[in-house]
């Protein structure tokens, strides 16, 4: 079974600070994912990474993926109250059957104004 | 574009009843769609996929005979959780994937809460 970490699983910053999370395996992804999810509502999908190494940026958010494919960054540049949410990493799962993908346990994100 | 929908987006129930989730795909055809459950401050946890046409692959730990996904059409799943007690409750999520965008990416439902009295 391929299994997730992220690191922190708590995180509590004032405005303007950056900070980084990151998402572990020990298992090798064809693809990785972020998501931020609010109370309530589903998972939206932040970035999709494929190839090892691969930085990708949205805005004041950079992801990176490892060489390896086992893990993988968010970094947040001055970080907002609105950035507040759960980011959860999930990695693509190549099964007999198909494709689904295995969620990390989350990190839950709070930015004070 | 890919936006899918839950319906109900909340639920309560008595325990012993069976309540019927629907996901569908509004602008796209979904060859598989997948079933989450998440508990308080929990991350998702994958219950099952299923593909269209074919039967629902369950992950280890979920009763097939509780959980009953039907994947009739390439818009639209269902998940019946039949006899459904307070442990029960839960946000359950759907979400999928279709072969004409990219297949590594999953589109989510808004989820459906469900509370079991």
């Known amino acids: 079974t391929q299994l997730l970490e992220q690191s922190p699983q708590f995180l509590s910053i004032q405005e303007g600070e950056n900070l980084t999370v990151y998402c572990n395996s020990s298992?090798?992804?064809?693809?990785l994912q972020w998501y931020r999810q609010e109370p309530g509502e589903g998972p939206v999908l932040l970035v999709t990474v494929v190839t090892g190494g691969e930085v990708k940026k949205l805005k004041r958010l950079t992801f990176q993926f490892g060489d390896a494919r086992k893990d993988s960054s968010l970094h947040i540049t001055a970080a907002q109250p609105g950035d507040t949410g759960l980011y959860l990493c999930?990695?693509?799962?190549?099964?007999?059957?198909?494709?689904?993908?295995?969620f990390g346990p989350g990190t839950r994100l709070s930015v004070l104004p | 574009g890919a936006v899918v929908s839950q319906h109900p987006s909340w639920v309560i129930c008595k325990s012993g009843t069976s309540v019927k989730i629907e996901c569908r795909s509004l602008?796209?055809?979904?060859?598989?769609m997948f079933w989450y459950r998440q508990f308080p401050k929990q991350s998702l946890m994958l219950m099952a996929t299923?593909?269209?046409?074919?039967?629902?692959?369950?992950e280890q730990g979920v009763e097939k005979d509780k959980f009953l996904i039907n994947h009739a059409s390439l818009t639209l799943s269902t998940l019946t959780v039949t006899s459904a007690h307070p442990e029960d409750s839960s946000f359950y999520i759907c979400?999928?994937?279709?072969?004409?965008?990219?297949?590594?990416?999953?589109?989510f439902g808004p989820g459906t809460r469900l509370t079991v009295l």
């Open positions: 602008d796209f055809q979904a060859t598989t």
């Open positions: 299923s593909n269209e046409g074919s039967k629902a692959t369950y």
């Open positions: 999930a990695g693509a799962d190549l099964r007999d059957y198909g494709q689904n993908f295995v």
């Open positions: 298992s090798v992804f064809s693809s």
């Open positions: 979400s999928a994937q279709t072969l004409k965008l990219n297949t590594d990416t999953q589109y």
